[in-house]
């Protein structure tokens, strides 16, 4: 319930703006993107993940993730709870969730994403927060993606293993419920984990 009421104040958010990004195609939304506010890149991620493009749509959201993080921590102090943090927190569930769970089916794609998305990030503008002026708030959020990247790397075989049964040993049958509620739980556990290195959804 708390997750449908923050994505029912993001979208009334994003329409009080001058454009819905939920209303943009995918081209429209890619089109000078770098200049937007980081709302769009999630949106941009929903659309492409919809439209089959998955690991595009895992490229969009983590970099929409590093630039909202970065505007976050730029702006603590001016912004309302209920505007932009609870934007990014209603964002970080509803579209970030199955998109999370499709990229850690594949950790070392996921890990060569990490890596494009702060390649793309510092070599492309960013109107909001530019780097040059923020270049500390840039530095801890990308210290805390490339830590989440080594972690999931380590820790692969383990997040494999609650993925996929292990070999000769077919996995208990569950209804689908119960199944959902397990992945629901196993996906939690590593949000907790990656929150405690200042990454995944707040």
Same mark, same amino acid.
């Given at each position: 319930?708390?997750?449908?009421?923050? &994505?029912?104040?993001?979208?009334?958010?994003?329409?009080?703006?001058?454009?819905?990004?939920?209303?943009?195609? !995918?081209?429209?939304?890619?089109?000078?993107?770098?200049? @937007?506010?980081?709302?769009?890149?999630?949106?941009?991620?929903?659309?492409?993940? &919809? $439209?089959?493009?998955? =690991?595009?749509?895992? %490229?969009?959201?983590?970099?929409?993730?590093?630039?909202?993080?970065?505007?976050?921590?730029?702006?603590?102090?001016?912004? *309302?709870?209920?505007?932009?943090?609870?934007?990014?927190? $209603?964002?970080?569930?509803?579209?970030?969730?199955?998109?999370?769970?499709?990229? %850690?089916? *594949?950790?070392?794609?996921?890990?060569?994403?990490?890596?494009?998305?702060? &390649?793309?990030? @510092?070599?492309?503008?960013?109107?909001?927060?530019?780097? $040059?002026?923020?270049?500390?708030?840039?530095?801890?959020?990308?210290?805390?993606?490339?830590?989440?990247? =080594? @972690?999931?790397?380590?820790?692969? *075989?383990?997040?494999?293993?609650?993925?996929?049964?292990?070999?000769?040993?077919?996995?208990?049958?569950?209804?689908?419920?119960?199944?959902?509620?397990?992945?629901?739980?196993? @996906? =939690?556990?590593?949000?907790?984990?990656?929150?405690? !290195?200042?990454?995944?959804?707040?």
């Amino acid at each position: 319930m708390r997750h449908l009421v923050l &994505a029912l104040l993001a979208l009334s958010f994003l329409k009080a703006s001058a454009f819905d990004p939920a209303a943009l195609s !995918i081209e429209q939304l890619k089109n000078g993107i770098e200049n @937007q506010h980081p709302a769009y890149f999630y949106y941009l991620a929903k659309k492409l993940f &919809a $439209a089959g493009q998955k =690991d595009d749509a895992v %490229f969009w959201f983590y970099a929409g993730q590093l630039r909202y993080r970065v505007y976050l921590a730029v702006n603590k102090d001016k912004l *309302d709870p209920s505007g932009d943090p609870a934007v990014f927190s $209603a964002l970080s569930e509803e579209i970030g969730r199955p998109i999370n769970e499709y990229a %850690f089916g *594949d950790i070392p794609q996921l890990a060569k994403t990490i890596d494009a998305v702060i &390649a793309w990030d @510092q070599s492309h503008n960013n109107a909001l927060t530019p780097h $040059a002026e923020h270049k500390s708030q840039y530095d801890q959020i990308v210290s805390g993606l490339t830590q989440m990247r =080594d @972690q999931v790397l380590q820790q692969a *075989d383990s997040i494999r293993k609650t993925r996929t049964p292990l070999p000769n040993r077919p996995r208990p049958r569950r209804s689908v419920g119960s199944q959902r509620r397990l992945n629901a739980a196993t @996906q =939690d556990l590593w949000f907790f984990r990656l929150a405690l !290195i200042g990454w995944g959804p707040s």
